[in-house]
């Protein structure tokens, strides 16, 4: 049974990569002489059998995935990706990351980049009015496409989400249940399926309690800590008085509470304040906050996986794959107590 | 002048990218058969002459830049790497990005796949533990390399960071002016040239001012926000009582703020807090974290053309470049107060 010997129990064996054992097996000229030398002896020594035909076979494919998002830096992003990372690691692929800033070109690039290495998918969330062609183009030359995130529209391609309308309602459902009567939404935009998806949640939560949705008690835009930051102070002005923010995601939220502790006002006591995501940081926040767990894990764990085994030949079911969201109740939300 | 239209002037005629119009007028495959007859025709009419020498000079450098560091999501991490990606747009780099989570395989990975795609170059904050080979692997392979925010033993590769030692001395003789005589140092750790330089530039400032130091004053580990939460009540159980802590990072220190907070006691009141780093987020915290800028759009913008320089045959001064410290006073320090 020569031939159960595995790449990575020659590597153990050295302490050296699983890569580097493939390499020399190949006689890359990557790999020292000398180190090539000692590789193939030990792979002799243990019976190791080199299967030409299989390599190649395994070659053909690169077992390089790439995942383009609109920015890394953002934490719900950086959890999608590390399981991702995970889940490809385990399969023995390697992914290559870029930002698109929302930017059809800088995204473009990208996959045009990756088309050339040889990459044998994309993982993608796509960015704000992308054409169908882009993606088309990885597809129609075989290199399958996975949307995380975001939908895009003019396409039936596997996207992996959170239900961003159900999961707002369930927010704003618990701010009416604590008595809420003038509740703002902060955050977000009208270009991404998200944006709309939520401000869409929001205000069916709002009509089914039977109250007034006031489009003025929107703030539109902020999408990070900083400017969330920053509406807080238009929160504070707004004539109407609201006394409970649903916040567009976990950052935007961290960043209202610090903007309202500015003015001397604590969210879960004077102001209540929800967020979106449940990011890990969400639960050490000061107050602790009340948010949306929108399943970043499972997203990151299944668009991998439908793209892994759409490479091995299954067929995964094409379209909208939506996470059911979940409610973590903590200290930022509280009783309704009227502003002054 | 023909010579002159350059492929940028083609693509912003068809709206197009500029790597479709190369791939094009390259008789790619990549680019759908009309598409491509399109962009020659639209060539051949703004008079583009295509020099194949000129082409084949640029395309035996791929444009592509790696980089590796410990956790992107780290947001230290993500604001170099924004300088990087601006630096190596204007010069019209593409870079892809990996974390080698201090994973010396997974760094070495990295660095195989780059070399087998044909990068051009690498950008690295080494992975604790790499041995110099790893380095040399890809140096030996005409992809030179540049160190980011730590150095490594044993080389003498371009290196730029921050001046560890002097900035937290900053840190540290503020809250000696401020009246603190039981400073503790909170995160970090040995294995990295940070974690041992901040420490050390923490016990230099105190015996300069005559003070002792005090081994058991140092909680070594926590490098992110949950440690730092989770220090706190490690911090306010120390014997000591210690007054003030310098913080390894602004992430250590955020995540302490808000562990002091969830036991009543507020930063720059009760106990002073220090981070490192000036984050965008350390200035919107509450309170406000005073703490040492480190340069990370220096390190990142200079580390970049260091890189570009290299590759286009300038000498770059190998060996440390030390980017000089500020500090950032804010409303998380103030005079000492006792523990009661």
């Known amino acids: 049974m020569a031939q159960k010997i595995k790449l990575s129990t020659i590597a153990e064996s050295l302490g050296l990569s699983t890569a580097t054992i493939s390499l020399a097996l190949r006689d890359s000229p990557l790999v020292a002489a000398d180190t090539r030398e000692r590789i193939k002896e030990q792979a002799r020594a243990m019976g190791y059998i080199y299967n030409r035909r299989a390599a190649s076979l395994r070659t053909s494919r690169s077992g390089i995935i790439g995942v383009v998002v609109h920015d890394i830096m953002n934490p719900f992003y950086g959890e999608i990706l590390k399981a991702i990372e995970g889940e490809l690691d385990r399969r023995s692929h390697t992914f290559i990351l870029s930002n698109h800033y929302d930017s059809v070109e800088k995204q473009r690039s990208f996959i045009e980049m990756l088309l050339q290495l040889g ?3 994309v993982i993608m969330s796509p960015a704000i009015g992308t054409p169908p062609e882009d993606v088309a183009l990885a597809e129609n030359n075989n290199m399958p496409a996975i949307l995380i995130a975001r939908s895009m529209e003019g396409g039936d391609l596997p996207t992996f989400r959170g239900d961003d309308s159900y999961g707002i309602s369930l927010a704003t ?3 009416i249940s604590l008595g809420h009567r003038t509740i703002a939404m902060v955050g977000g935009t009208e270009q991404t399926s998200t944006g709309r998806d939520r401000y869409q949640g929001y205000v069916n939560a709002l009509r089914k309690a039977g109250m007034e949705v006031d489009p003025a008690l929107r703030i539109q835009g902020p999408r990070g800590k900083q400017a969330g930051f920053e509406a807080a102070m238009e929160f504070l002005s707004l004539p109407q ?9 976990d950052l935007v939220a961290i960043g209202f509470m610090n903007g309202i502790a500015r003015a001397g006002l604590v969210a879960g006591r004077d102001i209540s304040v929800t967020g979106y995501d449940d990011l890990e940081e969400a639960s050490i926040a000061t107050p602790a906050l009340t948010t949306v767990w929108n399943g970043q894990e499972e997203v990151g764990r299944l668009a991998a996986r439908a793209l892994l085994d759409k490479l091995g030949g299954s067929h995964e079911p094409d379209g909208l794959h939506l996470i059911k969201p979940e409610m973590r109740i903590r200290q ?4 309704v107590k009227p502003r002054t």
Request: proline share 11%.
């Open 119 to 121: 990459g044998d998918g």
């Open 173 to 175: 459902n618990h701010l």
């Open 241 to 249: 008085k609201p006394t409970a923010a649903v916040c567009w995601n």
């Open 332 to 335: 930022s939300t509280g009783p």
